[in-house]
């Protein structure tokens, strides 16, 4: 193990690094617990420049409730559930399939085609946005959620196909030549041999997929403009004009606003980390 | 029966190709309309003026001809450049708080994880986190410089560092995620080299870059892809932080891009296209270094 295990060094030494790593943390996490402490202050004491001082009063519930029962807070973050669940399903689904294509399979252009994806998954942007806007607009679906899952799905294909391939050209061929002997239809093999053995591999897409596309601002602000589609990302700028200078009703919006997917990161911790590393890293 | 016999062993003989391809379909289909197609269309609508609506005018290279004299656009070229070079800092502080965190302590799981949290938040939330923090008054930072003295600044006011700031935002959630490529990596170094190693007399950072950073290569590899992809994507952090300003100091190519085809600076979609096009260019150079390394490992699994 690299670095020596703290275990094998000096008393002194064990005591220093038990006391940095919280010491450290704090710091590290700083920007974010100013934050935090500001979502539960009165608004008094920001007009009265108590800024970091002790609170005046412990405003957690007036502060979040307002966020909840006093703004578009809720509705964005329905929209933002509403496009991200979709995509992540769609996503997956044709990955599945497009990753045992390339994954099983050996025929002219495989490669090609793995290629495709992967380079179309890092281009930037804005050399899609002229025509992925006016494609949308034509089908007469800007500013609609459907209009971004349409996008989000094909533009995470390239990624999840990307991982897909990758995992299932790691499992063991013999299961499928052992398959194809007995005689199982290939679509057969794809969803009673294959699928079930790709569930890790889905679930570590899903959980990426879905923060990926829940923190997606771009694209929001490119196909949708109001409150009936935006997501919690490009809707988080209105919130914040409708409660200019009052930090602590702010704060607490961009918390409730990134909470989802850390609450989605803790609980599936395993899998996200290992669809990060794109499985290549183990 | 016999008509339908010849065409049945038709696709039972092909089914191999056959198969993948009807597999391959629906996410090819998808991928192209919405990713490969627009890419040629945007190279396409770089070379007319036209703002969205009414009739395009062919004007060949003349946007290209504008770029080179756009003074804006050479500011967020420059500032691109920064952003790369910068932003590839995220790759030793990973790597850094990955050593710092490869230990087995008790708790030691949670803080991995809270070290790895800036990376789950939204670029938005980042982004408004650190303007506040920045904040001249109400900000942490200058609270705390106060504090010990050393006055304030308005690092988001002044175009000089307005740009820096906003790449130490961005290199906030960007290192976690370099960190934690590398705490994945560190659990993989082979112990009984490292034990060797040490019995050569091997310690500190001579066993760091001779023995260990060697085992760590593809955890380096992703580091490079993702934090270059990452510098020159970067967008949402500008858009929520300063807007491009002040004086638009601190627009990057994407987002001039959007400025110029999509905001109240008008609907210039031709021009907007072609500082797309400079942007993808560079990209290309990266990504097909990316893919020319994909290929070279590719190549032993298939012979």
Same mark, same amino acid.
């Given at each position: 193990?690299?670095?020596?295990?703290?275990?094998?060094?000096?008393?002194?030494?064990?005591?220093?690094?038990?006391?940095?790593?919280?010491?450290?943390?704090?710091?590290?996490?700083?920007?974010?617990?100013?934050?935090?402490?500001?979502?539960?202050?009165?608004?008094?004491?920001?007009?009265?420049?108590?800024?970091?001082?002790?609170?005046?009063?412990?405003?957690?519930?007036?502060?979040? &409730?307002?966020?909840?029962?006093?703004?578009?807070?809720?509705?964005?973050?329905?929209?933002?559930?509403?496009?991200?669940?979709?995509?992540?399903?769609?996503?997956?689904?044709?990955?599945?399939?497009? &990753?045992?294509?390339?994954?099983?399979?050996?025929?002219?252009?495989?490669?090609?085609?793995?290629?495709?994806?992967?380079?179309?998954?890092?281009?930037?942007?804005?050399?899609?946005?002229?025509?992925?806007?006016?494609?949308?607009? &034509?089908?007469?679906?800007?500013?609609?959620?459907?209009?971004?899952?349409?996008?989000?799905?094909?533009?995470?294909?390239?990624?999840?196909?990307?991982?897909?391939?990758?995992?299932?050209?790691?499992?063991?061929?013999?299961?499928?030549?052992?398959?194809?002997?007995?005689?199982?239809?290939?679509?057969?093999?794809?969803?009673?041999?294959?699928?079930?053995?790709?569930?890790?591999?889905?679930?570590?897409?899903?959980?990426?997929?879905?923060?990926?596309?829940?923190?997606?601002?771009?694209?929001?602000?490119?196909?949708?403009?109001?409150?009936?589609?935006?997501?919690?990302?490009?809707?988080?700028?209105?919130?914040?004009?409708?409660?200019?200078?009052?930090?602590?009703?702010?704060?607490?919006?961009?918390?409730?606003?990134?909470?989802?997917?850390?609450?989605?990161?803790?609980?599936?911790?395993?899998?996200?980390?290992?669809?990060?590393?794109?499985?290549?890293?183990? | 029966?016999?008509?339908?016999?010849?065409?049945?062993?038709?696709?039972?003989?092909?089914?191999?190709?056959?198969?993948?391809?009807?597999?391959?379909?629906? %996410?090819?289909?998808?991928?192209?309309?919405?990713?490969?197609?627009?890419?040629?269309?945007?190279?396409?609508?770089? !070379?007319?003026?036209?703002? %969205?609506?009414?009739? $395009?005018?062919?004007?060949?290279?003349?946007?290209?001809?504008?770029?080179?004299?756009?003074?804006?656009?050479?500011?967020?070229?420059?500032?691109?450049?920064?952003?790369? $070079?910068?932003?590839?800092?995220?790759?030793? @502080?990973?790597?850094?708080?990955?050593?710092?965190?490869?230990?087995?302590?008790?708790?030691?799981?949670?803080?991995?994880?809270?070290?790895?949290?800036?990376?789950?938040?939204?670029?938005?939330?980042?982004?408004?986190?650190?303007?506040?923090?920045? !904040?001249?008054?109400?900000?942490?930072?200058?609270?705390?410089?106060?504090?010990?003295?050393?006055?304030?600044?308005?690092?988001?006011?002044?175009?000089?560092?307005?740009?820096?700031?906003?790449?130490?935002?961005?290199?906030?959630?960007?290192? @976690?995620?370099?960190?934690?490529?590398?705490?994945?990596?560190?659990?993989?170094?082979?112990?009984?080299?490292?034990?060797?190693?040490?019995?050569?007399? @091997?310690?500190?950072?001579?066993?760091?870059?001779?023995?260990?950073?060697?085992?760590?290569?593809?955890?380096?590899?992703? @580091?490079?892809?993702?934090?270059?992809?990452?510098?020159?994507?970067?967008?949402?952090?500008?858009?929520?932080?300063?807007?491009?300003?002040?004086?638009?100091?601190?627009?990057?190519?994407?987002?001039?891009?959007?400025?110029?085809?999509?905001?109240?600076?008008?609907?210039?979609?031709?021009?907007?296209?072609?500082?797309?096009?400079? !942007?993808?260019?560079?990209?290309?150079?990266?990504?097909?270094?990316?893919?020319?390394?994909?290929?070279?490992?590719?190549?032993?699994?298939?012979?």
């Amino acid at each position: 193990m690299f670095p020596t295990p703290i275990q094998k060094r000096s008393r002194a030494a064990q005591l220093t690094y038990q006391s940095f790593l919280p010491l450290a943390l704090i710091l590290w996490l700083a920007p974010l617990i100013a934050v935090a402490i500001f979502s539960i202050r009165p608004i008094a004491d920001f007009t009265q420049g108590n800024y970091w001082g002790m609170p005046s009063s412990f405003d957690f519930f007036a502060n979040y &409730g307002r966020v909840f029962f006093d703004s578009d807070m809720p509705r964005y973050m329905l929209n933002s559930l509403m496009i991200t669940i979709p995509t992540v399903i769609g996503a997956v689904a044709l990955s599945s399939m497009t &990753g045992f294509a390339l994954g099983i399979y050996r025929f002219r252009g495989n490669l090609l085609i793995f290629f495709m994806f992967i380079a179309g998954n890092f281009v930037p942007f804005q050399i899609l946005m002229v025509p992925v806007r006016d494609l949308t607009v &034509g089908m007469g679906l800007y500013d609609t959620k459907l209009g971004l899952i349409l996008f989000h799905v094909a533009f995470q294909t390239g990624f999840c196909t990307l991982f897909m391939r990758n995992f299932i050209k790691a499992l063991p061929m013999e299961l499928i030549e052992a398959a194809r002997v007995e005689g199982v239809r290939e679509w057969q093999i794809f969803w009673y041999v294959v699928l079930p053995l790709m569930r890790p591999a889905i679930a570590a897409l899903a959980v990426l997929i879905f923060t990926f596309i829940w923190n997606d601002y771009f694209w929001a602000i490119v196909l949708t403009q109001g409150p009936e589609a935006q997501p919690v990302t490009a809707g988080i700028t209105s919130f914040n004009s409708q409660f200019v200078a009052q930090y602590n009703l702010m704060s607490a919006g961009s918390i409730v606003a990134a909470i989802p997917p850390v609450l989605m990161f803790f609980a599936m911790q395993k899998h996200f980390i290992a669809g990060l590393t794109l499985g290549a890293v183990k | 029966m016999t008509a339908t016999a010849p065409r049945q062993t038709w696709l039972k003989r092909n089914k191999m190709t056959v198969t993948p391809l009807l597999f391959l379909l629906p %996410g090819v289909l998808f991928f192209s309309l919405y990713v490969i197609i627009p890419i040629f269309q945007s190279f396409n609508i770089s !070379l007319y003026r036209w703002d %969205g609506l009414g009739e $395009a005018t062919w004007v060949g290279l003349g946007n290209y001809q504008e770029l080179v004299g756009d003074r804006a656009f050479e500011i967020s070229l420059w500032n691109n450049v920064k952003w790369l $070079a910068l932003y590839l800092l995220a790759i030793p @502080a990973g790597l850094f708080i990955a050593l710092f965190l490869n230990q087995t302590v008790t708790g030691i799981r949670l803080y991995k994880s809270l070290f790895f949290f800036p990376f789950v938040i939204s670029q938005v939330v980042v982004g408004l986190v650190f303007t506040w923090f920045y !904040l001249p008054r109400v900000g942490l930072l200058n609270a705390t410089l106060e504090f010990v003295g050393l006055g304030s600044l308005n690092i988001l006011g002044d175009p000089t560092l307005a740009t820096y700031g906003i790449i130490a935002a961005g290199l906030w959630p960007q290192t @976690a995620y370099c960190m934690i490529l590398y705490l994945t990596g560190l659990n993989a170094v082979d112990p009984e080299q490292i034990e060797a190693a040490r019995l050569d007399g @091997a310690k500190g950072a001579r066993m760091l870059w001779y023995v260990v950073l060697p085992q760590l290569k593809p955890a380096t590899f992703i @580091a490079f892809v993702v934090t270059i992809i990452g510098a020159l994507r970067s967008f949402d952090l500008i858009s929520i932080m300063t807007n491009g300003g002040p004086f638009g100091s601190t627009r990057v190519l994407s987002f001039y891009m959007f400025e110029r085809a999509l905001s109240e600076y008008g609907f210039r979609m031709g021009y907007g296209s072609a500082i797309a096009v400079v !942007l993808f260019m560079i990209m290309l150079i990266f990504i097909a270094y990316f893919l020319w390394s994909m290929w070279r490992d590719e190549r032993p699994a298939r012979n």
